[in-house]
């Protein structure tokens, strides 16, 4: 299985503020990376494919990139209904595995 | 409207078998896969198979394979997750999702609104 490493695990910062979380692969995945927004008591919510491809509704405020088999995802301008959790998921082929997540709090 | 609408909580006793489903709608049901997505308490998202309901080609995680089984009947446009012998470790959140394609990757667009499994004795 290809394995999908996030950091930091967890990130607490205030409305206003960027931050920048990171997710590894084990190996070379292209592009084949999607980050997720997931809320308690929500279903998750696609936010960016193909690593820097933001869907149809995602605020411009989000935005991802590559480098290598090292992804970020940048958040420019926190917001209050941003504070979730996010996850990184390869791809390019089956099990399509999810980073550990990245739990961004409240400061 | 594309919609994906699960069952409801479950609560059982460890030994016991269970069938959660997942409705698709609003779209042609047979063209696309249904993946499942398992959340343990407290903990992340878990990728653990995915169906083409078209033809029932199902592919699993190998963390998964044997402990469940993913089906489909595209008469109903429902998609299923079933346990033979639930354990308490079972428990979780369980979540299916339509993937489609996504320029020249593959995504999970639509989410059901998840199942809760408790199982304790």
């Known amino acids: 299985d290809i394995q999908m490493t996030q950091s930091p695990s967890s990130l607490s910062a205030s409305v206003g503020d960027g931050v920048t979380i990171t997710c590894r692969a084990s190996q070379s995945i292209s592009s084949y990376l999607n980050w997720y927004q997931h809320k308690p008591g929500k279903a998750p919510k696609l936010l960016i494919s193909?690593?820097?491809s933001l869907l149809s509704g995602v605020p411009s405020r989000f935005s991802g990139s590559r480098s290598g088999t090292d992804f970020t995802l940048t958040i420019s301008s926190l917001q209050p209904e941003d504070f979730a959790t996010y996850y990184c998921?390869?791809?390019?082929?089956?099990?399509?595995?999810f980073g550990q997540g990245t739990k961004l709090e409240i400061k | 409207e594309v919609q994906l609408v699960q069952s409801g909580a479950e609560v059982k006793k460890p030994g016991e078998s269970l069938k959660i489903s997942c409705k698709g709608s609003?779209?042609?049901?047979?063209?696309?896969?249904i993946g499942w997505v398992r959340q343990m308490p407290g903990k992340g998202l878990e990728w653990m198979g995915i169906?083409?309901?078209?033809?029932?080609?199902?592919r699993y995680s190998p963390s998964f394979q044997g402990q469940v089984t993913i089906s489909a009947d595209k008469s109903i446009s429902t998609a299923y997750l079933q346990w033979s012998s639930l354990k308490a470790s079972d428990t979780a959140m369980y979540y299916c999702a339509r993937r489609v394609d996504c320029g020249s990757t593959s995504c999970l667009d639509y989410w059901g609104q998840g199942t809760q499994v408790t199982v304790s004795s």
């Open positions: 169906i083409y309901p078209g033809d029932s080609d199902t």
């Open positions: 998921q390869q791809s390019l082929t089956t099990p399509y595995t």
């Open positions: 609003g779209y042609s049901f047979t063209t696309y896969w």
């Open positions: 193909t690593a820097s």
